[in-house]
């Protein structure tokens, strides 16, 4: 009796300590950041106008970066999420910048991420300011 209740009083706050070390460490992994259905919506914001620029497979096209592959993540990997949804809303698309929603934008920025292997989960991005907390990984 002494000894379970001496357990338990030692293991609660190590494992709430212990919690509160893995949060931002799983978050920092990127994957599951932004829903299915998320990068759906993106899918077909992208097509309509983004793909002219940047083609139909991200890869890139005259005069516009690839958005996956090497040139992409050369740029990306190691940055914070929140730094590629400002770059998006404040200059794309690059022939009328600024017109893209705060949804839109997540949209389009799960697409991509999507797209580069990166996988979805159950939770959207609600506010910008989640993706303050994320960190890109190149898979
Ligand atoms: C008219 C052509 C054009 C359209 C349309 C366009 N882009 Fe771009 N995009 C560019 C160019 C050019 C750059 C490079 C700008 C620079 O580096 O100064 C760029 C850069 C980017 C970047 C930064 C890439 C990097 O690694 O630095 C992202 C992300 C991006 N575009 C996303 C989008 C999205 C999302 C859309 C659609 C909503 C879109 N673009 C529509 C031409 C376009």
């Known amino acids: ?8 009083h030692v293991a609660m ?5 212990l919690g509160a070390v893995l949060v931002p460490a799983v978050n920092a992994q990127s994957p599951g950041f932004f829903s299915a259905a998320q990068a759906e919506r993106g899918a077909v914001l ?22 996956t592959g090497d040139r992409f993540w050369v740029k990306w990997d190691n940055q914070i999420a929140r730094k590629l949804y400002s770059v ?6 690059a022939n009328d910048p600024g017109n893209l929603s705060e949804l ?17 989960g159950d939770k959207g991005i609600v ?13």
């Not at 497979?57 to 970066?65: H, M, Q, T, V, Y």
Request: proline fraction near 7%; charged fraction near 15%; include cysteine.
């Open 88 to 93: 998006i809303i404040t200059t794309m698309p």
């Open 104 to 120: 839109e934008v997540s949209d389009a920025l799960a697409f991509i991420l999507r797209e580069n292997g990166i996988p979805a």
């Open 1 to 8: 009796m002494m000894r379970a209740s001496y357990s338990s």
């Open 13 to 17: 706050p190590f494992m709430l300590a």
């Open 46 to 67: 992208y097509a309509a106008q983004c793909a002219g620029c940047h083609g139909g497979d991200l890869g890139g096209g005259n005069r516009s970066p690839a958005l």
């Open 127 to 139: 506010q910008a300011k989640e993706l303050n907390a994320i960190v890109l990984h190149r898979p």
